[in-house]
């Protein structure tokens, strides 16, 4: 008969994990090209640090009028300075980090500046005044920019079915124009 009872402990285990994902946050996408990579460039570093030490020896002897305390205040000032060894941060490298920021803002302002352009109330914000300014100059045409009308999908299908008559596809129809059937 004790054969026949269940183990409801991985069944436990599985529900509070379980409710542990409920209070999980939301993972983010973020742009790679924004991200600082290795922007960090250190040769060495200085510190400064301040140290008491407060301690109190006491020594016991077989004998008491041997015995004594020993009180001693240990009080320090350090200045640190680290120099690293083999560091990557030569005037090269600091130069390729700086046009590579540089080109990472100019490429972020191209992708933002006709919104910002087109958006006459960010003049009048005091809060975006920066990019505003960032901005003021750049016209990025609108004839310039191809917007394909319908669906990339619907159009590669419709393709696929001009390549191929005899197939008879799922939601068998043309979406494009009439004039193309």
């Known amino acids: 008969m004790e054969i026949a009872r269940m183990n409801y402990y991985f069944t436990g285990a599985l529900i509070i994990l379980f409710v542990l994902l409920c209070f999980m946050k939301p993972a983010h996408p973020r742009n790679e090209y924004l991200n600082n990579g290795t922007n960090t460039c250190s040769t060495g570093d200085l510190s400064l640090s301040v140290e008491q030490r407060d301690s109190e020896n006491s020594y016991r002897h077989f004998n008491p009028d041997n015995n004594y305390t020993s009180p001693s205040d240990d009080r320090s000032l350090r200045l640190t300075w680290r120099h690293y060894l083999g560091s990557a941060c030569t005037d090269e490298f600091k ?4 046009e590579n920021m540089e080109l990472k803002q100019q490429l972020e302002l191209m992708k933002m500046c006709g ?5 006459p109330t960010l003049n009048n914000n005091p809060n975006f005044k920066l990019l505003v300014s960032k901005c003021s100059g750049i016209v990025i045409p609108d004839d310039k920019i191809i917007k394909p009308e319908g669906s990339y999908w619907d159009s590669i299908k419709d393709d696929y079915k001009k390549e191929n008559p005899d197939i008879k596809l799922m939601g068998d129809k043309f979406i494009g124009p009439k004039d193309e059937q």
């Open 95 to 98: 130069a390729v980090q700086q």
């Open 115 to 119: 919104k910002v352009n087109k958006n």
